[in-house]
Structure formats: C-alpha cells, structure tokens
C-alpha cells in the first residue's frame, strides 16, 4: 500500500452534467465526415444512421505510428486511421479544432488492440462522450476508467446537440455497482483511492464469502504454495504484500454438489447458497476473488456471470507502447518518488518498435516520428530502473529485435495454471492456452494494478467451442479459429465481452502451442478472453518447457475443469474433419472461407511468417515441413515475393538455429529474423508499401492499414509458407515425411 494516498481528498462528479459542444457522426460517406469537420452540423436522421460506420479498431481510432505519442499531443490525432469509402478523410489537428464533444458510431466500435491511446486520444481532443450501438469491453472500460462518458442510447444525441443538462445517471443506469462508481468518480484512480481509504466499499456477490481458515482440511500450507508454482522465470502468487498467502487456493471448487441451502437472515449481498456448477474460468475468478482490499482478505467459494468486483492478479505486465503513459499517469497522479506495489510481478517488455527504423516510410522519419517513438523506450527503460521491474528489452550489440514478445514470453516463462494475468495488449489471452485466465486492459488498469495489484472485473457469460473429430494434416489451430470467427455467432457480434473456452477431441490433441493460437486469437473474437481446461499436454510442457517437477505441475492443475451442469449461453460444435485450409479475405479476420473457394489465382507480393500467433516453436515446425518439401522438390521462393519468418522470442530463435530450421530458411529464399511484433504492428519487415501490394500473412488480424496499406490475407502457418513457394494462395499439400523426421 503507498501510504501517501490514504490522505487524498477525492471528489465525485456532479448528479448533472451538461455536455455544449458539437457531434461528430462518423459515416462511411467522406464527404459527409469532411463537411463535418468543416463546420457543418448534421442531424441523426434514418438516412445518417443507415451510414454510420461499423467496426471501428482501435488501429482506425489511432494508427500504430500515433501511439508514438504518449501525452496529451494525442489530441490532434484521433480517427486518422479512419476508413470511409476508400478514403481517409480525417487529418491532423481537424477533429480537435471542430470543437466536437461527442462521438457517434454503429455497431462494435473499439474492437481490435487495447491501446488506450485511443480514448486518450479521443478525450484531448474534445471529445466527452462515444455513442455506438455496442461498445467493445476493453475500449468500453479504457473510457470509463479515463472518465470519457459512453451510451447505447442514440436519443441522447440530440439533447446534447441543445446544449441539456443530462444526469449522470443515463450513463450509469444499468451498470453494475463498481462501474457507476468509477463513473461517478470520474475514472478508475479515483475510485481506487476511496477503496483503499475506506470510503468506498465493493458489493458483496451473493454467495457464501470464504474467510481466511475455511480451507478444505486436505488443503494445508505447502498445498497453498504449490498453487503458485516455481522455477525459474516463475512469479510469486497474490498475497506477499499483505501478509495473506494465496487464500484464493482455499477454493479449489471441485464439487458441484449443493453444500447448503439459503441462511434465513443472513446479511444482504452474503447469503449463504448453494454452490452453483463453474466453468474453469469462473473457479479462477472465485480463487481471486478481493473481499477486503484493505486486510487482504481474497476468495469465495463460487461466482457467477455479472458478478461485478476485483481480482488479485499474479502477473502484470506493459509494453514499450503503454509503460510510459502508465508511468506518467504514475508518477504525476501517485508522486515521483513513490514505489509500486511487488515490482517482482510486474513485467515490461520492449518488443513492439524494435524494428521501426527499417519499416518507417522516410516521409514519417521526416516528420520527425521515430525521434518520438524512440523515447518510449527511453522512458519505459527508466521507469524499468527506478522500480526494479524485470524489462525484457531491445537486443544490442548491432542486433535488432526484442528478447521476446511479451505473449510468448509470459507463455514460456511465467504462467501457470490457475493464474490471473492482466497485460497490455488485447492478445493477452494467449497465456490461456494452460488454463490460466489471462485478459488484456488498458493504461490506465495497469497502472492503477500498480497500486492495488487487482483489476476490476464483472465475471463475463461463457460460451464453449467444442471441435470434434481428426484435422486434416494440412488443417491446423489457425484454420480452426478462421472457421470459428466466420460463424454467424461471432461475426455478429453475439460473443463480445463473452468467455470462450475451447473443448473437445480435436483442441485436447493440440500442443499447448497451437492452443495459444486459438486462446490469443480470442482477441478477433471480441470475447473477453479464451480458455482451455489444462490437462496431461499441459503437464508436459511444464515438465520440459519450465523443468518443473511432473508432481508439483500435476497439482497445479487439479480441479481445473469446467463442472458437469456449468452454464454456457451458447456451445458451438466444429467438425474438424471436415475443415479444409482457410483464408480470411482483407478487412476483417471473420472474412474466412476456404483455399479452394477463391475461384482464381491471387498472386501475392510478400509473405509474413510470425508474431506472438504464429512465431512459436511449433509454427517454426510448420514452416520448416513446408519449405523443405519444395527445398527437395529443388524449388526455389519466386523473385518478386518477399517471405520473412520471424521469432516471437529469442528461445524459438534458438530452437531454430538448434534444428537447422535458419540455415533452411535462408536456402529457399526466406528473411529470417530476430523477434519482434514488427510487421504485425506495421512496425518492421514485412509491411506492405502501397495499396496494390498483397500480402498473405498468419498474424492475428487483417484490418485495414494494419501491416501497411496492401491487401492483407490472413491464413496458417502451412498456407503462408506454400503460398510464398508458389507466388499466390494455395493450400499446402502435404508429402509423406521421411522417416525420421
């Protein structure tokens, strides 16, 4: 706890706020968005709302170049990356100057990364309220936590157009106790200050709460710490800064069976209950669950969808592109000598711009960007410093590249079954595929995880993939998530903010790899994060990848299953046997259909073979088995496609150079590279140049401008590497390995 902060004084907002200022309606009509900021002031007629855009990313809202920034210079940029027509019709400095107040769009606006970037942006710009049919989770909460107002309601666009007095209520109504709160206080470190001054109490769920000695008699001390874990690289639990070990590992909520009936005049929000079946994720949130911030009092026996709270995180972890606008936040809102709360489970990592100097149009470089973008890393190394926090930072010695990606390293190193990991990065998710519940937030989350070391949270609704039968052995994790965002369900947007754990035959026969690709892919999703039940593989690859003993990673996932009765919204069930390699046409990953239904030859220009998707180990294997083949076949990459491969941590790098993968990479024409987000982020090789480029790549998202102005397709590990060999999209056909191999 930092003591300076229990003698805040802390205000709330006024009952009524009144909002003068002009709308922006963002359309698909450039002429429209250009009259706009010229002046023009438009009325929501059903002729404008027809043409409201959809789909807004976060990479529209701000470019990853505009993310270079991080103070309050982020105002002149909001919506530079904002597509209507084929056109970019929004430029520096214009929104900013039309003296606009509110922001209005269609459906799932804010979808893609968690930069809050984004709303920072939006709210130095003038900009007080975003109005959208539906607003993604991450987005949605980066607004609350800054104190930007958002609203499904469109009637309130034109009483804010007259300049009324609105209550702060149309924007708190419906919202769970813990939202309003932090609305009402004007953003999240607010609200956490009253927390830890004792002013604001969180609601009780309404469930039997756990005190400290209600652990199971066969869960003793030595139990407790193994639910963390060890080895190298591993990170303490929750607890060690509040004297209270881990007494989330008092719940492990193996049994489904009712243990008692309501109490006849228990206390409002702690009746007792029966336990209620949980799904795996839903056993983690009880494990983690915060009842008393102050006397560090952690977990209940059970929770359910829409239960609104904290949760005490085992890992945190920022990169290059959020560290310093957290430190900032940091150091001018809690003090500049103050110290963060267990610096040894906070991570920061430079991975995303360590190869910006090559991808950088020389027009930007003119402009002087990369000076800017170079101080994130000035910053964050010296924020790193001053708090002894493990940074895993940019390679020297004339390399380029990073140490590692932050997802692949917190896979590789840090998570454990069971854990709760906050992270930066809307591809957090990734870590799930152990059985840890691992979830991205925003600026202003992780700095504030600084102070209390939680996170808020309100327990998401589940929903189960269930893929059953045989893949195909040119069938991988990637064309399944390619199959699963084109289903009605995701594409509509039903799955937003939901928890989606896979299951079945097909997921259990995959290595913890692919898993990580269909958890970290949970992002396209919109769902709040992904999920698979932890089992032998998981075991294995804790056993080899981590040394840890088999009996101790034995332990760690025991009871982690979903209950027999567990409540799905929905379940979706995919024959994997029937797949067929996938591709997802540019502008969207959910723009998915097979190989073979593409009709004619796409002739492509550059293929990238990386990023945290897709620059594990096993897709190194993928890529090898591939290009071998068209190696002996003596096939040579053609003269006009760029293919690049690159690691997502120095470990895979060496595990290539160890099996020879580099030395063939190089044989058949590839760029093989040192890790790094790089073109992924539009930050590095393999960035298209112009509009006509096409690329095909198996990174994890293809909106537009995303990795350059081309056409981006999105396919798998084996799809990318054949489609480099033969200079347009086809489907790997795989030839018999020789034994041995």
């Not at 979830?439 to 808020?456: L, Y």
């Not at 960035?687 to 995303?706: C, E, L, M, Q, W």
Request: with cysteine; glycine share 10%.
């Amino acid at each position: 706890m930092i003591p300076s902060l229990l003698t805040r004084t802390i205000e709330k907002l006024p009952p009524e706020v009144r909002l003068q200022g002009r709308v922006l309606f963002l359309v698909d009509d450039p002429e429209l968005i250009r009259r706009q900021l010229a002046g023009e002031d438009v009325e929501l007629t059903d002729e404008v709302r027809a043409t409201l855009r959809d789909n807004i990313s976060t990479d529209e809202i701000t470019p990853a170049y505009i993310c270079y920034y991080f103070d309050e210079t982020l105002g002149e940029f909001p919506y530079l990356g904002l597509k209507a027509g084929n056109e970019f019709p929004i430029k520096q400095g214009s929104v900013k100057q039309g003296g606009f107040v509110a922001s209005v769009s269609g459906t799932r606006r804010g979808k893609g990364s968690s930069r809050e970037q984004s709303p920072y942006a939006e709210m130095m710009a003038g900009i007080k309220v975003v109005i959208a049919e539906n607003i993604e989770r991450i987005y949605r909460e980066n607004c609350q936590n800054l104190g930007v107002l958002t609203s499904t309601n469109f009637e309130l666009v034109e009483r804010i157009r007259r300049g009324d007095t609105i209550p702060l209520t149309e924007f708190t109504d419906g919202a769970d106790e813990i939202t309003r709160g932090i609305i009402e206080h004007g953003g999240l470190f607010n609200y956490n200050v009253a927390r830890l001054q004792g002013t604001v109490q969180t609601p009780a769920i309404s469930c039997h709460h756990g005190q400290p000695g209600d652990a199971p008699a066969s869960t003793d001390a030595a139990d407790v710490r193994a639910m963390r874990g060890s080895g190298e690289g591993n990170l303490p639990g929750p607890g060690p800064d509040t004297g209270v070990d881990y007494a989330a590992a008092q719940f492990v909520a193996t049994s489904t069976s009712n243990v008692e009936s309501d109490s006849v005049g228990a206390p409002e929000g702690t009746r007792h209950r029966g336990r209620r079946p949980m799904t795996i994720a839903e056993k983690i949130f009880a494990r983690h669950w915060v009842t008393d911030l102050s006397r560090g009092d952690i977990g209940v026996q059970w929770v359910q969808p829409g239960d609104s709270g904290f949760v005490q995180t085992d890992i945190r972890f920022s990169h290059e592109y959020v560290t310093p606008m957290s430190a900032i936040f940091f150091e001018s809102l809690v003090g500049p000598d103050e110290r963060v709360v267990e610096p040894e489970s906070i991570l920061f990592f430079r991975d995303h711009l360590t190869f910006l100097k090559d991808a950088m149009p020389p027009e930007r470089v003119q402009l002087g960007l990369l000076d800017v973008a170079n101080q994130l890393e000035v910053k964050q190394r010296q924020f790193a410093e001053k708090q002894g926090v493990r940074l895993y930072g940019e390679l020297g010695h004339g390399k380029h590249g990073s140490e590692a990606i932050c997802h692949s390293k917190i896979l590789e190193a840090y998570a454990l079954p069971g854990h709760i990991i906050i992270g930066s990065d809307s591809h957090t998710p990734h870590a799930g595929a152990v059985g840890c519940v691992a979830f991205g937030v925003g600026t202003t989350a992780i700095f504030n995880s600084w102070i209390t070391k939680d996170v808020r949270v309100e327990v998401p609704r589940s929903f189960k993939v269930i893929v059953n039968g045989q893949k195909p052995e040119n069938v991988s994790a990637k064309d399944f998530m390619l199959e699963i965002l084109r289903h009605p369900y995701i594409k509509d947007g039903h799955a937003i903010g939901q928890i989606i754990e896979y299951a079945g035959p097909a997921v259990e026969s995959l290595s913890v790899d692919e898993r990580a690709t269909m958890t970290n892919m949970a992002a396209e999703v919109g769902a709040f994060t992904g999920i698979v039940a932890p089992d032998h593989k998981t075991v294995d690859y804790l056993v080899e990848q981590r040394g840890m003993e088999r009996a101790e990673a034995e332990r760690l996932i025991d009871g982690l299953f979903s209950d027999e009765g567990a409540d799905y919204v929905k379940v979706i069930e995919i024959d994997a046997s029937a797949l067929q390699p996938m591709i997802a046409l540019p502008g969207d990953p959910g723009n998915g259909l097979y190989v073979e239904e593409l009709g004619e030859d796409v002739r492509i220009d550059i293929a990238y073979a990386g990023s945290c998707t897709a620059g594990k180990k096993e897709d190194m294997d993928m890529y090898a088995r591939v290009l071998r083949e068209y190696r002996e076949r003596g096939v040579h990459k053609p003269e006009h496609v760029q293919l690049y491969i690159q690691c997502g941590s120095q470990e895979v790098y060496a595990y290539c150079q160890e099996l020879g993968y580099d030395r063939l990479f190089h044989e058949v024409g590839a760029t093989f590279i040192e890790p790094s987000c790089g073109a992924c982020i539009n930050a590095g090789p393999g960035v298209s140049r112009k509009p006509t480029d096409v690329t095909i790549s198996a990174i994890n998202r293809n909106f537009p401008g995303r990795s350059g102005p081309g056409q981006l397709y999105l396919a798998s590990p084996y799809t990318v590497a054949a489609s480099a060999m033969e200079g347009r999209i086809v489907a790997w056909e795989p030839q018999p390995e020789p034994a041995g191999v």
